[in-house]
């Protein structure tokens, strides 16, 4: 089978996250969207994406022609799957009209789609990554490790609940793991430093580290080569990041290669408790969340210097740098320097440089690609 991931309706919402990935690339629960499919369609599945045209470098489309056509930000469940595994070819699936999946090597201009009526989840904005958290990491955790059996944690660890799985090489010594109010999964060479106390539902990605003392409120995601300490709560962390220190991360998404300064807080809750309102890039203007508690969404490349207080609802775009006394205003474009005080533009050469050193120390190039990408975005920041 060879599968064409597609960027749907929502990639324009779910900017800044999306500035930098295709939807599909997105961290939800223990993998992301892309990988849920590929863990519930044939072993042998290629894929591919179709993309914005300065991400198609870095995520090509398959050399193959594809036979099937997925919007992942779907996520996909046991009736949705079986619905999509029996059309017939040049038919497809949709939710209240939007195309889901389609049986065929393209999408014609008036597909024929059959309306799916079962459950679904669906990221359609940034705040449905850490909103669906629990539901999504539930269900990974149930297919990657049914028949399996996790490797043992050492004794001077507290276990409340059977829901725990250990992969090879990661290790715990005196943490104490809370599971039942969700699964906790520790993949492979990651660890848990003595004192932290964990309430699941929990992922700690490849290679990450939690630091002596963390506090962690399920559901919550730690992706790849990341470190993290303080107080985390209901937040997803896309991969290689780091928030080493104390400080209060909750409600949040953060994407890679960001870095948080010790002591940084991120407000949730308004004062006077009412529903949150987040900066849309796409609209370009506040929209309605829904929600009671909504904290920050950060992209690719940004950081914030120690003691950063970021107010309820902040989004903060691609490669930017903001420190200082005080709250900054609660959008902060790609490629600012600054905060509260004021902002300005935080230079292409020097964003580059900084991007450059960070990445070599975990011996990762910042290559031509990766540069193109960057600039595509200076070029077109607001």
Known sequence: MVILFIDGPETQELQPLTLTRPTGEIRCGIRTLSEKWLDRLPEESIYGYQTRDYLQEKYPEPIDTPNIIINPAFMPNDELVEKINALEENQGLAIDGNLVAYKGASVPENPELTEFEGDFMHIAYPWDIFRLNGAALEADFEILTKDRVSQPLSD?????????????????ECAVFNTTSGPIYLDKDSEVMEGSVIRGGFYLGV???LKLGAKIYGPTTIGPDSKVGGEVNNSVIFGLTNKGH????GNA?????CNIGADSNNSNLKNNYDEVRIWSMHQKK????????CGLIMGDHSKCGI???FNTGTVVGVSANIFGAGFPRNYLPSFSWGGASGLTTYKLEKALETAERVMERRNVELDDTEKNILQWIFDHRE
């Open 246 to 249: 104390d400080g209060f991360l």
């Open 207 to 209: 290679r990450s580290s």
């Open 307 to 309: 003691n950063t207080m």
């Open 253 to 257: 998404v953060l994407g890679e290669w």
């Open 286 to 293: 506040f929209i309605p969340t829904g929600l009671q508690f």
């Open 156 to 172: 001077t660890n507290t276990i409340i609940g059977d829901r725990i799985f250990v992969e090879e090489g990661a290790k715990a």
